[in-house]
Nanobody, 125 residues
Framework: QLQLVESGGGLVQPGGSLRLSCAAS????????IGWFRQAPGKEREGVSC????????YYKDSVKGRFTISRDNAKNTVYLQMNSLKPEDTAVYYC??????????????????WGQGTQVTVSS
């Protein structure tokens, strides 16, 4: 059964760092694009970053460029989101999602077929 499991969320002070993990099971990520999304209370889900497995291309939302880095580990079938210089406005539930495509590189939530359960990130002093 195809499954995505996020981990690594928590409470961190402004300016701190967290690394989120998204482990895939039941399928390999070779022909997928993986996206990270977040949803804060009372707000719509928004795309943060994505990576295309076929060539490693990445894409970031403007507000996280230079602070967040998406990466992959082929052997572990896992995608990471390294988040540095965190701000209170980064507080949200973070989700990873997968879409089977060798060319797609975008953050449209409706394009993604499989979703994890989410992990809470709270940035507060």
């Amino acid at each position: 059964q195809l499954q995505l499991v996020e981990s690594g969320g928590g409470l961190v002070q402004p300016g701190g760092s967290l690394r989120l993990s998204c482990a895939a099971s039941g399928f390999t990520l070779d022909y997928y694009a993986i996206g990270w999304f977040r949803q804060a209370p009372g707000k719509e889900r928004e795309g943060v970053s994505c990576i295309r497995w076929s060539d490693g291309s990445t894409y970031y939302k403007d507000s996280v460029k230079g602070r967040f880095t998406i990466s992959r580990d082929n052997a572990k079938n896992t995608v990471y989101l390294q988040m540095n210089s965190l701000k209170p406005e980064d507080t949200a539930v973070y989700y990873c999602a997968a879409v089977r495509s060798s060319w797609y590189l975008g953050l449209g939530p409706n394009e993604y077929d499989y979703w994890g359960q989410g992990t809470q990130v709270t940035v507060s002093s």
